[in-house]
């Protein structure tokens, strides 16, 4: 049938739009239906949608790039798309699958999810949550890093709007994955990292490995980096916990003792080396899960890109080495090739007997702004040809397919940096990363997201 959805007409308040961000989303009139029929995309239509690009490229704000490594076809997948709802709205995701058919479940997330936000923020129930007019607005007062998952009657409801949507949005992706007719995701899953900014607000969610990280300047004018969002690896207790108590299993393999992994009850498979993923249905009943963490924050002037990138390139640099050679790359417009091109030589510098992760990047410019400088063809804005021509639905055409090396490789601890607090609520049950150092956060290699697939027994599974 195809997801779709309906955009209704969107405007900014030209006055206010310095001090406050504002979200139409006025309900369909009689006598209209004619006039919105043209504003609605299905999926087959994403690829030719305006200011929306998911292949090596740049736009008005940011610049992407992907690199296949060495391990197969890419399993990796990001999108931007400009004009999203309103026209000072981006949507940005990186999605990065693994196992059999990790990449059609990257480009099935990266195409679906956004529709299912736009849908979710049209819902009837959506558009009666604020005034008249269905227009959130933001007090723009004191800077409020993270939002607290607790509904106040003080609470902005844009801020409730957006984590509502986005915890509803991922929660439909992962059931229409559950039920897709031609991807299986039974042992394949994927990341996502996403963020839409809306003014001076930025609305994150995340599940898996993949990572957000802000550059900012301190007082003193010096770039640093602000991780936004927290890996969801096994590592961490809190995930280690809930996993457990589902009748999963956490540990690590001898011969990689830094990598915690999920593991079935009644089989040493399939060693899932994330807490939480979309697909991976062998363990939603133990305890991997794809609910978001959702987080919110209000920029400054002294907030200069977000970078969005899959664990390739955090399995090699550091915050602040990302942060650094973005600020530094000679054009806004190249910063994502250069990136990446950064990782793979710490890749083959640091581990050089292992096979180089793909990695996938977007850095989105919080001014708006994109250098002007003539760009080689490779880094053109990307069209539908161009991106079509790179993936088809089986993964089979112009990338060469290669059998999936499962080689160990050891790790090497990075220095850790603060973390801000994140938070969620799905069904009254709060979730809360408190602000600890933990080495799923910073440069920990892993092997493969997946050991081996499950070998099912039916003795074993009704034991």
Known sequence: MGGCFSVSDRSVDGVERNSSACLRLGSQRKGTKARSSEHVINLHQLPFV?????????????????????????????????????????????????GPHGHLVARKVRDALPLKLLSFLQSPGSRGNGPSGGCFKVKMGAVESVASVKDSPSEDPLLSLWRDVFLKSYKAMDKELRSHPSVDCFCSGSTAVTLVKQGLNLFIGNIGDSRAVLGSRDSSGSMV???????????????????KRCKGRVFALQDEPEVQRVWLPFDDAPGLAMARAFG?????????????????????????????ASDGVWDVLSNEEVVEIVSSATS?????????????????????????DDCAVICLYLDGKMDSESEPEEMSISTAHHSQANESDDGQNLEPCLQRNFTVRSAEHSDSSGRTPLTAEVDGVVMVAEDQNWSGLEGVTRVNSLVQLPRFSEERANA
Request: overall charge neutral.
């Open 225 to 243: 980096a602000v991780q936004l969002t927290v890996d969801l690896k096994p590592d961490l207790p809190r995930e280690a916990e809930r996993i």
């Open 50 to 98: 305006p200011n929306r690009i998911f292949a090596n490229g740049k736009s008005r704000t940011s610049c992407i790039f992907t690199q296949q490594g060495r391990k197969g076809i890419n399993q990796d997948a990001m999108v931007v798309w400009e004009d999203f709802v309103s026209d000072d709205a981006v949507f940005c995701g990186v999605f990065d699958g693994h």
């Open 332 to 356: 806004r417009s190249s910063a994502a090739r250069v990136l990446v091109d950064s990782a793979v030589r710490e890749w083959k510098l640091k581990y050089p007997t292992s096979k180089i």
């Open 280 to 308: 991976d249905f062998c363990l939603k009943d133990y305890g991997v899960i794809s609910m978001p963490e959702f987080s919110h924050r209000i920029l400054t002037d002294r907030d200069q890109f977000v970078v969005l």
